[in-house]
């Protein structure tokens, strides 16, 4: 009947009763109901954001109360059905009470390993966040007087899918699709315009390129067709012109994964044909095979370096 009730109204859940419960905090208290969470949040997402007069969202109170089976069972379902909202993801699971613990600080307080297992498997629970007396969820765990709570702090002082979940790359996507579809438009057409005048360097060298006469067909040092800078001005130039290159690259299939995923496999292929291109045209106007490698080799290491150095700022910053 409750059901029936809610396909005509589905914000009938979200009516507050005494304390500011809703119908879905009840049901978080009362496992003997846990089967019933998830159809309640299909019907009505938003719920699960709703809270009591105390700052509890039924999430909080299923660890407050230790009703770990509702409780996981509304875990599981955040990950699912805000799978591609990170903000929502990370707003639900750090949001703080009116002492600012977060669930993961309530979970350390009962001394609960699965709960806590649970909770830093997920990328946006934030374990380091302190509450309004300076403690963070550790802290919480180590200031109690329970002996047996050595299998809690090991739990929380490790994550085994740390890497996994903060890969650069992962990173990098998160950040990109919590931008704006105006910012990547944005983004979009000035990353396309560093290509097309990188690009525009290989094909149109300073100074242009030997041209081939009479008198250099019969020399045996061929040189029509290269470059006519010197070694080191080739390289001051055409390093740099890469690294800005590959790095536009890189971004703009970032980019282009956010708002055109389902042809992406397609864009994938003609940018990668794009990259070949430039690497033939670069080639081409090097001066010997030896200044090409270089400018490769080294506009490589310094991409890679540039990646590995922004990745490890960003994750120290995720950290605090």
Known sequence: MVIDFLSVDKDLIRVKGKGGFTVLHHVALDENYAHLLRRFLNFCPDCIF????????ALRIAAVKNKFEAFKAMLEWIQ?????????????LNYPDKDGNTVLHLAASINHPQMIKLLIECEEVDKNKIND?????????????????????????SNPLTFQKLSSVKIFQDAIK???DETVGVLLIVFALVLTMTYQGVLSPP???????????????HREGKSVMKTSSFLIFYIPNGLAFIISWGITLFLLESVAKSIMSCLSRIYTIVYF????????????????L???????????????????????????
Not at 141 to 155: R, W, Y
Not at 208 to 221: L, M, P
Not at 308 to 315: K, P, Y
């Open 133 to 157: 007396h300076g403690f963070t969820a550790m802290d919480v765990l180590q200031s109690q007087t329970v002996a047996d709570n050595m299998e809690s702090v090991n739990i929380l002082s």
């Open 207 to 221: 100074g242009s390129v030997f041209q081939g006469d009479a008198t250099a067909s019969t020399s045996s040092n």
């Open 178 to 180: 919590e931008m704006r």
């Open 50 to 57: 709703d809270l009591t007069v105390e700052r509890q969202t």
């Open 277 to 292: 291109c430039y690497a033939a045209a670069l080639s081409t106007i090097a001066p010997s095979t030896s200044v090409f």
């Open 80 to 92: 699912s059905a805000f799978e591609d909202d990170k903000c929502k993801r990370s707003k639900i």
């Open 294 to 320: 270089v400018v490769v080799s080294t506009q490589t290491i310094i991409s890679l370096s540039l990646w590995f150095i922004w990745s490890s700022n960003h994750r120290r910053f995720r950290k605090y």
